[in-house]
DNA sequence: CATCAGGGCCCTG
DNA sequence: CAGGGCCCTGAT
């Protein structure tokens, strides 16, 4: 394991996201299994990013309000950063935290809605981390419980990981595609994440001669982006629908893998399990071309309260 | 003790 | 298009 590097280097500016912006909401998702890649507490999120081929921490706090935000972004480096550098981060940045995303439309026509209106008003989609980073993270996912699943990935990021250190956090910094392919199928399933491996190091190697690049995949039409994404081995339609969220995709259908088939039975039907059509045809019937959207608030909102207040149903279906 | 499914996907027939 | 196999683990 390389040492840890500490940031020193600070920058710091002030951001106005486009209200209503619920910083918390957008932020932090307790559904999501944890990673030492973040860290999120109330108003504060921390994060480890690569830019331009540099290691970096971004670090931002919440110093407005809901419907009159503010965000307080510091960013920590080894060295001085550029101008040009920082013009371009900060771009990157407003769209990974939809800051500059209009979203008054969608929460103006459901401000009468039981979630929508009230807990997770103003919450923005979440595209922090990296194309790479959702891949890598999405195979872990797969086929697994939630506790076998966060052994794999501390286990890949001990191995191969960035241990980074700035504003007293300590966290990872996701590998490059590059250390990957150099470790080998072998020294993966050391690391127990099985036939995994091999998709593994497959796409790493795709990211590390550049056939797939996040900017580029940024701008093209949807289902040009859905049928590269689905050649990748390991990548089926489950994991895509993490994928195209992450590029800011909007799709007009999603696939209902069995475990969220099961929640969102509950969910929206009080019912044990109903069909994934019967799911999809109730999210349009709310919440029309906004069902998709609207659907991953209501997900995520569901595991706000989980988290506040154990829901019995709930606590069930989360295997660990 | 053995068996099995798990927050899928690939491959084969 | 259905179904077996995949790695490993904890639950039964």
Known sequence: MAKTITLK????????????????????????????IEVWE???????????NKIL???????????????????FSTSK??????????????????LNED???????????????????????????????????????QNATVRRTVQMMNALLNKCGQKIKFDNQEMYLIWKPQKLVKAGEQELRNLKVG????????????????????????????????????????????SLDNLLGILG?????????????????????????VSPNKILKELKRRYGKWSIFASSLLFEDLFWRHKEKSIPWLEKEIRL
Not at 42 to 52: A, E, H, I, Q, V
Not at 57 to 75: A, R
Not at 213 to 238: C, D, M, Q, T
């Open 81 to 98: 950063l550029s101008k040009k550098f920082i013009q371009d981060l900060i771009e990157d940045l407003n769209f990974r935290y939809g």
């Open 249 to 273: 995709k909007h799709q007009l259908i999603i696939t209902i893998p069995p475990w969220e088939q099961k929640i969102y039975s509950r969910l929206l039907l009080n019912k044990k399990l």
């Open 9 to 36: 280097k600070k920058y710091s500016t002030e951001i106005i996201p486009k209200a209503p912006y619920n910083f918390n909401k957008t932020v932090c998702n307790p559904g999501h299994f944890p990673t030492p």
């Open 57 to 75: 921490g971004t670090k931002l706090e919440s110093t407005g309000t809901i419907n009159k935000p503010k965000i307080k972004l510091t960013i």
């Open 195 to 238: 036939y995994r491996a091999k998709m593994f190091i497959r796409i790493s190697k795709q990211f590390a001669k550049g056939e797939i690049n996040e900017y580029r995949l940024r701008k093209k039409p949807s289902e040009e982006v859905k049928k590269e994404l689905l050649k990748l081995y390991g990548i089926g339609p489950a």
């Open 103 to 141: 979203l008054s439309e969608f929460y103006e026509k459901f401000k009468s809605d039981s979630v929508l209106g009230t807990r997770m008003r103003g919450a923005h989609g979440r595209k922090f981390e990296s194309l790479y980073e959702i891949i890598m993270i999405s195979i872990v996912l």
């Open 42 to 52: 109330p108003g504060k999120f921390w994060k480890t990013m690569r830019f331009k």
